[in-house]
């Protein structure tokens, strides 16, 4: 008697499912990795396929670069008596990371309000693989924003003067303004209601990007504000930058960024934390 042959296309073998090689529990580091990597990936070829979200974090701070450049770069150089470039190039890398951020957050409500956080909610996965993905997806967003702004710049003058150290140590620097600045943005985006979040952060994004030692210099600006320009978290991540790039005094502006991002951390953590439980439990 011949034997009979499965078809490949039987329900056993459609249903067939090869047994788990690694067996780990929802709450364990190693799912927390796993689960968050995913959603990462996730986000990132979501954001690569929205053209709004490439316009916003990639097209539109290389051509606000490009403005900048062409209306007052001779103008702040020739009060300086440095390239503004130095200055305009970190100032243009950091409002690339604060308006990515805002579109991320924009994301945030979109699946809230269409349940598919609610969804995620529901599987078996580590409770904070969806924020910790998200936070490592704007990551890397802001990592491949600085390189792109950090290509252009170059196209127009902006060298990295100081050795491979602190080149590497300068895209590090957006990275620590930008988790602070992400999480902010993040514990706004799950709070309840319809609070305007893209209004608030506009708002302080500009204001944040016209009252900074990489727009023009802290001695342009009127004698009682010059210590608020001089200390605020984009001043000191830009004189940060400049200092990498072309030299000066690293430690005070980079210790600085470093405060004013942990101070973002320790303050907006817990209500992002809460925020998104709150949104995915919806």
Not at 96 to 121: C, I, N, P, Q
Not at 259 to 279: D, E, H, K, T
């Amino acid at each position: 008697m011949s034997e009979t042959v499965e078809s490949p296309r039987s329900p056993d073998r459609i249903f067939a499912y090869p047994a788990p090689d690694r067996v780990r529990s929802e709450s364990s580091l190693g799912a927390l990795w796993e689960h968050s990597r995913l959603q990462c990936g996730r986000l990132l070829l979501r954001w690569a396929r929205d053209p709004a979200t490439v316009i916003q974090a990639l097209v539109y701070p290389a051509l606000t670069l490009v403005m900048f450049r062409i209306v007052l770069g001779d103008s702040i150089t020739a009060a300086t008596g440095y390239p503004s470039i130095f200055g305009t190039v970190p100032m243009i890398v950091l409002v690339g990371a604060m308006f990515g951020s805002v579109v991320s957050a924009v994301g945030l409500r979109t699946e809230r309000d269409s349940g598919l956080l609610s969804r995620f909610h529901t599987l078996p996965v580590h409770r904070s693989s969806g924020l910790v993905g998200r936070l490592m997806a704007d990551m890397v967003r802001v990592f491949v924003t600085s390189l792109v702004i950090f290509a252009a710049g170059i196209a127009m003058g902006f060298r990295f003067t100081q050795g491979a150290g602190p080149t590497l140590l300068i895209l590090v620097v957006p990275l620590v303004f930008g988790l602070g600045f992400s999480l902010m943005v993040t514990a706004l985006a799950t709070l309840p209601g319809r609070t305007p979040l893209v209004e608030i952060v506009s708002i302080l994004c500009t204001l944040l990007m016209f009252f900074n030692s990489g727009f023009v210099p802290v001695m342009a600006y009127p004698s009682w504000l010059q210590p608020v320009v001089a200390n605020q978290p984009m001043s000191c991540a830009i004189d940060t930058m400049r200092a990498l790039a072309m030299g000066g005094p690293v430690a005070e502006p980079f210790l600085k960024t470093v405060a004013w991002s942990v101070g973002m951390v320790a303050l907006f953590a817990w209500p992002a934390v809460r925020g998104y439980r709150r949104a995915a439990q919806g």
